[in-house]
């Protein structure tokens, strides 16, 4: 291949002075030094641009295509030859040349035309060409010229006869169909692929923005050149220095942006020392920056689940609509890391090896960190679905409580208080008194069971709410609790939560404070339902583990939330429980 591409570049530096003295030598007033030397310099361009991106990625069918862009604009300038055979040689097959620069655009930057109007412009646009260009010359007359710059004789060997007027009406029609509808075409489709990229193949598809203004330029060129007969002298080279100024830039510009990645892994250093400095939860802002891709995200797999999580642990599906792309990075043959990119990054896979090796310690930290998270995640969840199964099997025990063992014994009071009214006359005395104590008996176990079903899960906390069920709770207690608590009901979970913060703080005061007064306050404060109980008591209390602060703790805790006991050897104690309500 260096043999080739070094046999390319001599045979464009012999093309090259050639297409220079068949321009000054042929043209005569129409042409000028510097105008065919710029032509020159624009075709050695796209050869140079061809040979570097040849050079840099062989496997790219850029560089090549590039490379015999340069070449055929150089062959185009032996049409302007008195030699019969390659006047007629290269005015068929020169046209071609600036299907071969659309090919190459089109084909940027993977070296491949991927859509199928694209693909279709371009097979349309050689086979039209070549079509006209033959048809031309076939009735090509030297006596009636094709271009006002173009009055010398030339002999076509493929000329049947003399019928200028025929083909001069056909090079009409070629500029109108090649240089009008399939030119407007091809801009058309440049900016369509613009506008409908992502704003990374956006950044990386800029020069077809020059592309778009070359083929605009060449296509006014040859429709001015070719219906007006005399132009003036001004308009000929404001428009000529125009779109070769546009030719000029337009292999430059696709160098540029097909070197892109190249440059992006010779500053990999950079990537490497930030690194060193990033938390692993911002790995992913890293790599979006280095990879200049905004829409990045960084997976990790865990085999366990045999699926995927983000930094925070959080589960992931991969993207399956194909609208982005996946790339797996991995070490040692184990799964290491799953990089969500913009489609556009698949056409720089040596950009994204790189920085996956630069970033090997980085992501094997944060893949070690989202399974920890993930894990934290699972027994957070574990310990929710706990919590709210004993809350559905407290309400249950509730239930079973007020409906039945409760209403059996009222029931049976009833009965034993009817029986005491209908053997109160002439009843022993002493049965009356045991029938007595008997009903009072059931009585207490009955207020017993419905302290002990408060207990368990309060029936006017599922009726009623959280605030009202406080309230009951307050006007139990035996010392002044002073509450404040906002109206609304919450998820079920939350308020049962908030209402056993209470009742075992309470509880505590109770038992243990010496506490003259209390007070509780419920607010809700940035998404988040906060409990405060506070007394004036001896202090002291702690939330150990095995009581039932810390059991509390770890209730509030399972919801996402942290129970905190602030407390002083006679100073009082005052528990805070916070726990997240989304509202």
């Known amino acids: 291949m260096r043999i080739l591409r070094l046999a390319l570049l001599a045979a464009g530096a012999f093309l090259g002075y050639a297409a220079y003295r068949v321009q000054v030598d042929n043209l005569g007033s129409f042409t000028s030094p510097a105008r065919a030397s710029a032509i020159v310099i624009g075709a050695w361009l796209f050869l140079l641009a061809g040979l570097i991106a040849w050079g840099r990625r062989p496997s790219n069918r850029l560089g090549p295509l590039l490379a015999t862009a340069g070449i055929a604009l150089l062959l185009r300038q032996l049409r302007y030859s008195h030699d019969a055979a390659l006047f007629t040689v290269f005015f068929v097959v020169g046209e071609l040349s600036y299907w071969v620069v659309a090919h190459a655009v089109f084909a940027y930057p993977s070296g491949r035309i991927t859509d199928r109007w694209e693909r279709r412009l371009v097979a349309t646009g050689y086979s039209v060409t070549l079509v006209f260009t033959t048809a031309i010359l076939v009735v090509y007359n030297p006596a009636k010229p094709l271009r006002f710059f173009d009055p010398t004789f030339r002999k076509s060997l493929l000329a049947v006869g003399g019928f200028g007027d025929a083909a001069i009406s056909l090079q009409k029609v070629f500029v109108v169909v090649v240089w009008g509808f399939l030119a407007t075409s091809a801009i058309a489709l440049l900016i369509r692929r613009l506008v409908t990229a992502s704003p990374r193949a956006r950044r990386l598809l800029a020069p077809l923005l020059v592309a778009a203004i070359a083929v605009g330029l060449r296509a006014i060129f040859e429709s001015v050149f070719t219906f007006v007969e005399r132009p003036s002298v001004i308009l000929y080279d404001y428009l000529f220095w125009w779109q070769i100024g546009a030719f000029i830039a337009l292999p430059l510009a696709l160098l540029a942006g097909f070197l892109r990645a190249r440059l992006a892994r010779a500053n990999l250093g950079e990537l490497i020392l930030e690194l060193e400095r990033t938390q692993p939860h911002e790995i992913g802002n890293v790599l979006r920056k280095a990879l200049r891709d905004p829409t990045l995200d960084v997976l990790f797999p865990l085999p366990e689940r045999e699926g995927f999580v983000d930094a925070t642990g959080q589960a992931v599906e991969l993207p399956t609509d194909g609208s982005r792309a996946v790339t797996h990075l991995k070490h040692d043959d184990e799964p290491l890391a799953a990089l969500v990119h913009d489609r556009s990054l698949l056409d720089e896979p040596k950009l994204i090896d790189a920085a996956g090796a630069a970033a090997r310690l980085a992501l094997e930290n944060a893949r070690l960190h989202a399974e920890t998270r993930a894990q934290l995640d699972e027994v957070r969840q574990s310990r929710t679905r706990i919590v709210t199964t004993a809350d559905e099997e407290r309400r249950r025990i509730e239930r079973d409580i007020h409906d039945g063992a409760q209403q059996r014994l009222v029931a049976l009071a009833l009965q034993l208080r009817l029986a005491q009214r209908r053997l109160r006359d002439g009843t022993d005395p002493e049965i009356e008194r045991l029938l007595a104590a008997t009903v009072d008996e059931l009585q207490f176990a009955v207020d017993e069971l419905r302290e002990l079903a408060r207990g368990v899960h309060p029936a006017i906390l599922t009726e009623d709410g959280?605030?009202?069920?406080?309230?009951?709770?307050?006007?139990?207690?035996?010392?002044?609790?002073?509450?404040?608590?906002?109206?609304?009901?919450?998820?079920?979970?939350?308020?049962?939560?908030?209402?056993?913060?209470?009742?075992?703080?309470?509880?505590?005061?109770?038992k243990h404070a010496h506490a003259s007064g209390a007070s509780i306050r419920v607010q809700r404060r940035n998404g988040m339902l906060v409990v405060e109980v506070e007394d004036d008591g001896v202090g002291g209390a702690a939330a150990e583990n095995g009581s039932g602060l810390s059991g509390l703790g770890d209730r509030v805790e399972a919801l996402g939330g942290r129970l905190r006991v602030e407390s002083r050897p006679a100073g009082g104690t005052r528990i805070v429980g916070e726990i997240p309500c989304a509202s």
């Not at 406080?470 to 939560?497: D, K, M, N």
């Open 466 to 510: 959280l605030a009202a069920a406080l309230e009951s709770l307050v006007s139990r207690t035996p010392l002044p609790v002073e509450l404040e608590a906002e109206e609304g009901r919450l998820a079920a979970p939350i308020e049962a939560t908030a209402y056993f913060v209470a009742c075992e703080a309470l509880a505590n005061i109770v």
